[in-house]
T-cell receptor
Framework: GAGVSQSPSNKVTEKGKDVELRCDPISGHTALYWYRQSLGQGLEFLIYFQGNSAPDKSGLPSDRFSAERTGGSVSTLTIQRTQQEDSAVYLC???????????FGPGTRLTVL | GENVEQHPSTLSVQEGDSAVIKCTYSDSASNYFPWYKQELGKRPQLIIDIRSNVGEKKDQRIAVTLNKTAKHFSLHITETQPEDSAVYFCAATLNTGFQKLVFGTGTRLLVSP
C-alpha cells in the first residue's frame, strides 16, 4: 500500500515568510510525528499526534512553530516568520494504533534564504 | 527527560568485516529500541527493533542486543557489504504513554570494497 507522503519535497523561502508543510500518513495510522533533521544531524522530535488525544508539543522549538491534524489524518506543520536556522529536512512519520514502529515519509527540504 | 547517546559517530570497515554500533539511554522506563538506516537523501527505514522483554534479536546479518541493567543496546552487522553504507540511528521510547522516540545522533557507516 501507499506509504507516508509529504509535500512539497523542496521549499525555498525568504526569511520572514510563513511556510506550510503537509504530511499524509498511512491510512489507518492514528499516530503521527514530526521531526526536524538538520544537515548531518540526528532527528529532533517536534510534535506528536495520537488519535483524538491532545498533541504532545514538547519538541516545538518556538512559538513560531505549530501543527494541526484535521480529521485524524492529514497534518500540516506551519512555521511563521521563518529564520535561516529553520533550514532543515522536516520528516513526518506515522504509526499503527498501539504500535511502536514509526514509518517515515520522504521529508520536505526547507531552505530559508 | 530521556537522553540517547550513540557511538561511534563514524565507522569505516572493509567489506566482509563486522560492524558494531552502541547506544546508551537514560530512562529506565524505556521499553522499545528501534534501529533506523538512512541512505543519503532518503528517508529513515526501520531495520530491526527490540523490546525490553528480550535480550537479543537477529534478522539475517543484523542483530541487536539489549542490556537493561546497564541501559545500553547495540547493533551488530556481520559480513558487511558496500550497500550497508549509510547513517544508522538508534532510538528509545520515552515512556510517557505517547511512545515518543528519542533518537541518537547517528553513526555514518562506510563499507569499502
Amino acid at each position: 500500500g501507499a506509504g507516508v507522503s509529504q509535500s512539497p519535497s523542496n521549499k525555498v523561502t525568504e526569511k520572514g515568510k510563513d511556510v506550510e508543510l503537509r504530511c499524509d500518513p498511512i491510512s489507518g495510522h492514528t499516530a503521527l510525528y514530526w521531526y526536524r533533521q538538520s544537515l548531518g544531524q540526528g532527528l529532533e522530535f517536534l510534535i506528536y499526534f495520537q488519535g483524538n488525544s491532545a498533541p504532545d508539543k514538547s519538541g516545538l522549538p518556538s512559538d513560531r512553530f505549530s501543527a494541526e491534524r484535521t480529521g485524524g489524518s492529514v497534518s500540516t506543520l506551519t512555521i511563521q516568520r521563518t529564520q535561516q536556522e529553520d533550514s532543515a529536512v522536516y520528516l513526518c512519520a506515522s504509526g499503527t494504533p498501539g504500535g511502536d514502529t514509526q514509518y517515515f515519509g520522504p521529508g520536505t527540504r526547507l531552505t530559508v534564504l | 527527560g530521556e537522553n540517547v547517546e550513540q557511538h561511534p559517530s563514524t565507522l569505516s570497515v572493509q567489506e566482509g568485516d563486522s560492524a558494531v554500533i552502541k547506544c546508551t539511554y537514560s530512562d529506565s522506563a524505556s521499553n522499545y529500541f528501534p534501529w533506523y538506516k538512512q541512505e543519503l537523501g532518503k528517508r529513515p527505514q526501520l531495520i530491526i527493533d527490540i523490546r525490553s522483554n528480550v535480550g537479543e534479536k537477529k534478522d539475517q546479518r543484523i542483530a541487536v542486543t539489549l542490556n537493561k541493567t546497564a541501559k545500553h543496546f547495540s547493533l551488530h552487522i556481520t559480513e558487511t557489504q558496500p550497500e550497508d553504507s549509510a547513517v544508522y540511528f538508534c532510538a528509545a521510547t520515552l515512556n510517557t504513554g505517547f511512545q515518543k522516540l528519542v533518537f541518537g545522533t547517528g553513526t555514518r557507516l562506510l563499507v569499502s570494497p
